[in-house]
């Protein structure tokens, strides 16, 4: 029983983290330090390079969900997270441990370079206090404002390696903040009743939805055009093998992204959104195929 215990209570911290936002954001951080690797790849900072991404991540999450507590106890899609659920009592314990896994993350970029601690506390910065606390509540440009919180996980992986800033980088980067807002648009306008009720003027809930579904499929058409741009820029880092497989990953996402523009509905916004994951993970595995048969 005691063992039981134990594991549920393992699953029910470690739920509070967001694990599904956070295995993204670290797959990206993980190819970010291969592309900034070029041929020679260091195993065990790109090993500390990911794990810091991890805590940050995994800790912001934690330290958002005690913020939003009482909004999440609102909603229908998150009324069963730990907190609202009443699965962790006391409720600071979760903001307790989001502090220990957000300092051991920042720890992690500090042991590695400057640049690395940088863009760590950038994005934790940026989505705790730009979005989470000033602007989800206030404004429907809120997930543009916290969408340079999704780019740095690419660029502390990238820096980890390069110790510098580079085009393409910021690239990478780039591509990580434009798919932030078809992802995430797409998951408002889904469950669009459910934002209005919490009060969270999400672009979905504040304009027609044939307006924010051109929005979400423009960002969409962007991110593709990012993607397949960088192979341009460096061809030799990102090559043919990269920009096939981008190429034929951006035409699914382009379909759908037109099909979207042409016969808005929500259903289609949802294949869109269950889609555009799978797409940001297939540029990244794309740069690391390309590193490894090299």
Same mark, same amino acid.
């Given at each position: 029983?005691?063992?039981?215990?134990?594991?549920?209570? %393992?699953?029910?911290?470690?739920?509070?983290?967001?694990?599904?936002?956070?295995?993204?954001?670290?797959?990206?951080?993980? !190819? &970010?330090?291969?592309?900034?690797?070029?041929?020679?790849?260091?195993?065990?900072?790109?090993?500390?390079?990911?794990?810091?991404?991890?805590?940050?991540?995994?800790?912001?999450?934690?330290?958002?969900?005690?913020?939003?507590?009482?909004?999440?106890?609102?909603?229908?899609?998150?009324?069963?997270?730990?907190?609202?659920? !009443?699965?962790?009592?006391?409720?600071?314990?979760?903001?307790?441990?989001?502090? %220990?896994?957000?300092?051991? &993350?920042? $720890?992690?970029?500090?042991? %590695?370079?400057?640049?690395?601690?940088?863009?760590?506390?950038?994005?934790?910065?940026?989505?705790?206090?730009? $979005?989470?606390?000033?602007?989800?509540?206030?404004?429907?440009?809120?997930? %543009?404002?916290?969408?340079?919180?999704? !780019?740095?996980?690419?660029?502390?992986?990238?820096?980890?390696?390069?110790?510098?800033?580079? /085009?393409?980088?910021?690239?990478?980067? !780039?591509?990580?903040?434009?798919?932030?807002?078809?992802?995430?648009?797409? /998951?408002?306008?889904?469950?669009?009743?459910?934002?209005?009720?919490?009060?969270?003027?999400?672009?979905?809930?504040?304009?027609?939805?044939?307006?924010?579904?051109?929005?979400?499929?423009?960002?969409?058409?962007?991110?593709?055009?990012?993607?397949?741009?960088?192979?341009?820029?460096?061809?030799?880092?990102?090559?043919?093998?990269?920009?096939?497989?981008?190429?034929?990953?951006? /035409?699914?996402?382009?379909?759908?992204?037109?099909?979207?523009?042409?016969?808005? *509905?929500?259903?289609?916004?949802?294949?869109?959104?269950?889609?555009?994951?799978?797409?940001?993970?297939?540029?990244?595995? *794309?740069?690391?195929?390309?590193?490894?048969?090299?």
């Amino acid at each position: 029983m005691k063992v039981e215990y134990l594991l549920e209570r %393992i699953r029910v911290y470690y739920s509070v983290t967001k694990p599904r936002v956070w295995y993204l954001l670290a797959y990206t951080a993980f !190819g &970010g330090y291969i592309a900034g690797s070029g041929t020679s790849v260091n195993l065990v900072k790109a090993l500390v390079a990911t794990v810091s991404v991890i805590l940050a991540s995994a800790g912001s999450e934690a330290i958002a969900n005690f913020i939003e507590k009482d909004i999440d106890a609102l909603m229908e899609r998150t009324r069963n997270r730990p907190l609202p659920s !009443g699965k962790i009592k006391p409720e600071w314990k979760a903001l307790v441990l989001g502090f %220990i896994l957000t300092g051991l &993350g920042v $720890y992690a970029a500090y042991l %590695i370079n400057l640049l690395a601690l940088i863009f760590i506390i950038v994005g934790v910065t940026d989505y705790l206090v730009v $979005y989470v606390m000033l602007s989800k509540k206030k404004t429907p440009l809120n997930i %543009i404002l916290g969408s340079v919180a999704g !780019g740095a996980p690419t660029m502390v992986g990238y820096v980890s390696a390069a110790n510098e800033i580079t /085009l393409d980088s910021i690239i990478l980067a !780039g591509i990580v903040v434009l798919w932030i807002p078809s992802h995430i648009w797409s /998951l408002a306008l889904r469950y669009k009743e459910d934002y209005m009720k919490a009060g969270i003027p999400m672009l979905p809930v504040v304009i027609s939805e044939d307006k924010a579904i051109r929005c979400i499929s423009s960002t969409a058409i962007l991110l593709i055009v990012f993607s397949i741009s960088i192979h341009f820029i460096n061809p030799v880092k990102y090559g043919y093998i990269y920009l096939t497989l981008v190429t034929v990953s951006g /035409l699914i996402l382009l379909y759908l992204a037109l099909k979207l523009m042409y016969k808005p *509905s929500r259903k289609l916004a949802w294949k869109m959104f269950k889609y555009t994951s799978p797409h940001l993970a297939i540029i990244f595995t *794309s740069i690391i195929i390309e590193s490894i048969l090299k």
